[in-house]
């Protein structure tokens, strides 16, 4: 079975561009979330998709949007960039009924955003 | 923000030796989930123990969760060298709307020399 997907691995953008990346799930798993991850903040919940529904949002302001389509893929979008969004951006897929608590997760190798 | 802390954050060992890493969260949780993460690239889950569970063992890994104290235990053993990278303990709590939601630790770098 092949793993999670995201494209592209490697982005530089300028401030104020916007940037949006690809997650392809793993096949049959319907939830995706992402994740940013800096050194200084860590791993941060950004938000989680199921059946093309946002479910769960973390604490990221309003440029930082998503969206889930029909076959579980997955986009996240940025815009108005600013310095401080670059990072790595991780993306995890399950099977996300989230009955008994999150269940485990399947990382994407990541997208490294680098804002100049 | 970060819900937990790992302890310690750095951890240097030879071949065959024990790795002990721990960590602490600060809300009821579900489960606590580890992962391994070599050199900035993706997450690896490597064991979820639920929170009516104590103890859970997956090859050389024995995790132990201690809900009364919100505390996590970590124990690889006879550690090798692909063992490098950075371990992270993750909850997700209890009440309210979890989906999807990890909370991470900072994590711990496990260095294990040949």
């Known amino acids: 079975k092949a793993g999670v997907t995201q494209t592209p691995r490697y982005l530089i953008k300028t401030r104020g561009q916007q940037v949006t990346l690809s997650c392809s799930p793993i096949?049959?798993?319907?939830?995706v979330s992402w994740y940013q991850q800096t050194p200084g903040q860590g791993l941060q919940f950004l938000f989680e998709y199921f059946s093309e529904t946002q479910r769960n949002k973390g604490n990221f302001p309003g440029r930082f949007s998503g969206r889930q389509f029909s076959n579980s893929r997955s986009e996240m979008n940025v815009s108005t960039l600013e310095l401080g969004d670059s990072a790595l951006y991780l993306c995890?897929?399950?099977?996300?009924?989230?009955?008994?608590?999150?269940?485990?997760?399947?990382f994407g190798p990541g997208t490294r955003l680098t804002v100049t | 923000s970060q819900q937990g802390e790992e302890d310690p954050q750095a951890l240097s060992i030879q071949e065959g030796e024990n790795a002990t890493m721990n960590c602490s969260y600060k809300t009821s949780i579900n489960n606590l989930q580890w992962y391994r993460q070599n050199s900035g690239r993706g997450l690896v889950h490597l064991i979820l123990i639920r929170s009516n569970e104590r103890e859970k063992h997956s090859g050389r890994l024995r995790v132990t969760l201690d809900t009364s104290k919100k505390s996590s235990s970590l124990l690889i053993t006879a550690s090798r060298a692909a063992d490098t990278a950075s371990y992270f303990c993750a909850t997700d709590a209890r009440g309210g709307t979890s989906y999807g939601k990890l909370t991470f630790g900072q994590g711990t770098i496990l260095t294990v020399h040949p």
């Open positions: 096949s049959g798993h319907r939830s």
């Open positions: 995890a897929s399950s099977l996300g009924w989230g009955g008994a608590g999150v269940d485990e997760q399947y």
